[in-house]
């Protein structure tokens, strides 16, 4: 039973070979990648990889689809349902750059297991956070945390101050993405099918989805910025209201220091909180995570560096016309700091 991803990226090289030698190590058939900057060098060394297939969007890729929609998601659900209707692989996962399929063994068992009568399962996710006393070397350090049960009295009585911030005790997304069955007349959508409460769903039991809301803390700062520079109502946010906080918050941030102070409040544990986190098993190591290691097994003798230091450069480049624009923390203009 065959698997395969699809994904609109404009991110650096290097989280997107990272992105396709993983998945393809982890068994992924086909690994559908659209650039959404289509200037990216990315192209030709994703190409040459097994099983990506690559698609610059372009001008003239717009163009064939009517126009370029503006906002981000509708983007998604277009390249989504375009690999849906091409894909010769048996189920497809609609997936973001920054969420990496970690399956487990019997994973595909499972897909081939599944009714006919269902049309998709979902993989939970888990979301990549950072420990306090240690800064981030590379992009994949760090622990992952797990929704909390019970909601809000529960996250306020492990996220504190920054519960407000969070929903389940998640800085971004707790709904998780589907793999769904191919071959079908469905509408791809960004979580689920757009027309998923008229079929049947059923969660996955071997499969995790693992998000990296921010490869890097100034990752993380610079998607949320460029977030709330949205017009009022393009944003979409989810129904609790917690990136409604998060956006007001960074907005009454005087200074770069300041918007670092809130970022690490929502993606940091100290030690204790690690301990007992994991204890209860809210919070996970997972140490069979290793895109390093599936790029050279994919991909041998590639050389890729996987710094914070480098992808933050990155980022800082891409970025520099918004980045000289901004007006929240003028410091943001100099790139990022040396931890």
């Not at 979301?127 to 809000?152: M, S």
């Not at 041998?300 to 016309?321: L, M, T, Y």
Request: proline fraction near 7%; charged fraction near 20%.
């Amino acid at each position: 039973m065959s698997w395969g991803t699809v994904t609109l990226a404009d991110e650096p090289l290097e989280l997107l070979v990272a992105f396709a030698a993983w998945h393809r190590k982890v068994g992924a058939a086909e690994i559908h990648i659209y650039l959404d900057r289509p200037i990216q060098p990315a192209a030709e060394v994703l190409a040459a990889m097994p099983g990506v297939v690559v698609t610059p969007c372009d001008a003239a890729f717009w163009a064939a689809q009517g126009d370029r929609p503006f906002l981000q998601t509708r983007r998604q659900e277009i390249v989504a349902n375009l690999a849906y209707r091409a894909s010769a692989v048996d189920w497809l996962a609609h997936i973001d750059a920054d969420e990496f399929i970690m399956p487990e063994p019997g994973f595909a068992a499972e897909l081939a297991a599944i009714p006919e009568v269902i049309a998709g399962t979902t993989l939970p996710v888990m979301e990549r956070v950072w420990e306090a006393a240690q800064p981030p070397k590379t992009l994949f350090d760090g622990y992952f945390r797990v929704p909390i049960p019970g909601r809000h009295a529960l996250n306020r009585h492990f996220n504190g101050k920054a519960a407000r911030f969070l929903f389940q005790g998640f800085a971004s997304h707790t709904a998780g993405k589907t793999l769904v069955r191919t071959g079908r007349e469905i509408g791809m959508g960004i979580h689920k099918p757009v027309d998923h409460k008229s079929l049947s769903l059923m969660k996955t039991q071997c499969a995790r989805l693992l998000h990296f809301d921010g490869l890097t803390p100034f990752h993380w700062l610079i998607k949320r910025l460029k977030y709330a520079a949205l017009p009022h109502a393009e944003k979409r946010m989810d129904g609790k209201n917690t990136r409604w906080a998060q956006m007001e918050e960074l907005s009454n941030c005087a200074s770069l220091a300041e918007a670092e102070t809130f970022q690490r409040l929502l993606t940091t544990l100290p030690e204790d909180d690690i301990a007992r986190l994991t204890a209860l098993r809210l919070l996970e190591a997972v140490p069979d995570f290793s895109p390093a290691a599936a790029l050279q097994e994919i991909a041998p003798g590639a050389e890729v560096d996987f710094s914070v230091a480098q992808f933050d450069a990155q980022i800082a480049h891409r970025d520099r016309a918004f980045l000289d624009a901004l007006s929240l923390a003028p410091q943001l203009k100099a790139g990022p700091r040396e931890s």
